[in-house]
């Protein structure tokens, strides 16, 4: 492939997005992110973002027509910023779902999603589901349609960089592939599991998960009522949560069990999600 | 709390019912509120027009044996309504 600038075309929902990338390295990141993307949406004016690489240590930077949204040397920093701003586009577009800041995986015919802020640990559950025979689906974004449905923003992983250290997340060999800073890393879902169709599934289980550290382990079943209120809680769209309404919500809980989850060690999460019961 | 004072509940919010749990939510600054039995039961009485005193003066006398805990409870419940604007209390 010759080093010259090409376009990433890709959109979500309703909403389109072109990014122009003016050489290979950043053609290659773009794709990183958006690889999953389901495509282009015909009708809708794209957003457009120039993507640059320049100089042998190359500086990179982001531009939404002339405003620099990045300059710097980390792909890493500008890759979080690329994907927020997508992100925020998806979601002010969506006028049909409830934006829910949500990880999502399947496995046979069910469908956990787990909803959560920043922090509480949905990245890495999420992370480690996948690694542990789940199908990925998100770690970050979910929209929740009316006849509960799911339709999920698959994206890289991002998790804290100490997570490496875990046994159960053996990516020594694939630092080509991992975007890093000092911090934290985006990590291609499918060094986790090859294994991936995008899918729309009806949702059947909500674990709301708590990274606590040296926590002993915790699932308290929760009734309907508070399922809701905290799935509230995850709620990025507050004009959606007034337009499509609670009864929406509470009625995708009512069909669904949900759980609560306090955590510190996989050993001890193990035990409930490869559980031959847990799904049933 | 003044207990000669009247709730008055805030138009402001919906509530969802789940069998025997209540979850309210406020449109005009987005917050949700669970509510257990005896939230409900506080809250109900509150739109019956009656002062804080006759709402703990029922239900004690519906439930007798529990006479001390209502009457903190329905101060807490009561402070908890009117702290997340779900009441209001009117002064005479």
Known sequence: MSNQSQSLKTGFGSQSFEIECNNNDAYRLAEFLFFDFPGVVAEQEPKRYDLIYSGSRPMISLWEDDKRLYFGQN??????????EVLYHCIDANRESHALHAGAVIRGNSCIILPGQSGMGKSTLTAWLVAHGYQYLTDELIFLAEDGTVTPVTRPISLKSSFNQNSWMNLHDYHDQIIVSENEMMIPHRLLNQTFTPQEPLVTHIVFPHYVEGATMTLQQLSPAKSCFLLMQSHVN????EGLGVPVLAETVRN??????????????????????FLN | MDRNTKPTISESYTAEKFEDELLLYSKTDEQALYLNNTAQAVLQLCGDDLTVAQIIDYLQQHYPDQREEIDQEVIEVLSTLESNGVITFEYE
């Open chain 1, 75 to 84: 792909p890493y920093h500008l890759a979080v910023i690329l994907m927020n």
């Open chain 1, 238 to 241: 507050a004009r959606n949560l």
């Open chain 1, 256 to 277: 669904c069990h949900s759980y609560s989850l306090t955590y510190s060690r996989f050993e001890d999460v193990e035990s409930i999600f490869c559980a031959s019961n």
